[in-house]
């Protein structure tokens, strides 16, 4: 089974604060994802990356960056938190580009910016 | 641009009704598309389908996808109130390797 983990479940962080966002995965899959998940907007994609120390931008990257150091790990990062990212966040991993796009979702982390 | 629209948004239903969820789509190269389940917590997979009128079935929940027609409609037969949940699409992008989301469709189902 896939098995992706996040580490937070839970978080409060104040405005401005640098807020760090783990995710693991344990099936030596190419490709991560990060997505923040809002009602009314669906979950839309913060940045993604097919390989170690590569990423992408994806549909709403302002205010965020990630850093990919190990295949199994990508990691989201608010620089200076803003209440307006006050959100579900959606850490998610695929296998292989051409033969399995699958994405396998971690349980989420609920971020409060106060 | 591309997007993914999900009908309706949402259901409320009678446990042992049957249910039809709609996914249409405008992706400009699609290559699969994919039905998540999302109960309180993070979407879990039930199908990916890429060839048109090939059912997918697992238990109680199927789904087909009409190329042609570019939708794909996912069915549960004899609702249970286990069921109840928001049920996502989502297209993936055969240039970018990005899944383009659907907002959902909200189901509940009452004893």
């Known amino acids: 089974d896939v098995k992706v983990t996040q580490s937070s479940r839970y978080l409060v962080k104040r405005t401005g604060e640098k807020v760090f966002l783990e995710c693991v995965q344990d099936?030596?899959?190419?490709?991560m994802f990060w997505y923040r998940q809002d009602p009314g907007l669906g979950l839309r994609l913060i940045y993604f990356?097919?390989?170690?120390?590569?990423?992408e931008k994806g549909d709403i990257p302002e205010g965020y960056s990630v850093s990919r150091e190990k295949k199994e790990r990508f990691s989201l990062i608010l620089e200076s938190a803003s209440t307006n990212q006050t959100s579900m966040y959606l850490c998610?991993?695929?296998?292989?580009?051409?033969?399995?796009?699958?994405?396998?979702f971690g349980p989420g982390t609920r971020l409060l910016v106060l | 641009e591309d997007k993914v629209v999900q009908s309706p948004l949402s259901l409320v239903v009678h446990e042992g009704d049957t249910v039809t969820l709609n996914c249409s789509y405008e992706?400009?190269?699609?290559?699969?598309l994919l039905w998540y389940k999302q109960e309180k917590k993070a979407p879990t997979f039930l199908f990916m389908l890429?060839?048109s009128g090939i059912e997918k079935k697992s238990g109680r929940l199927s789904s087909i996808l009409d190329k042609k027609e570019l939708f794909s409609i996912l069915n549960i037969t004899a609702t249970q109130t286990g069921d109840s949940a928001i049920y996502l699409c989502?297209?993936?992008?055969?240039?970018?390797?990005?899944?383009?989301w659907g907002l959902g469709t909200s189901l509940a189902v009452n004893p």
């Open positions: 989502a297209v993936c992008d055969g240039n970018n390797r990005k899944l383009i």
């Open positions: 990356s097919y390989d170690v120390k590569m990423k």
């Open positions: 890429t060839s």
């Open positions: 992706v400009t190269n699609f290559r699969s």
């Open positions: 998610a991993s695929s296998l292989i580009w051409g033969r399995e796009e699958t994405q396998y």
């Open positions: 099936m030596d899959h190419e490709n």
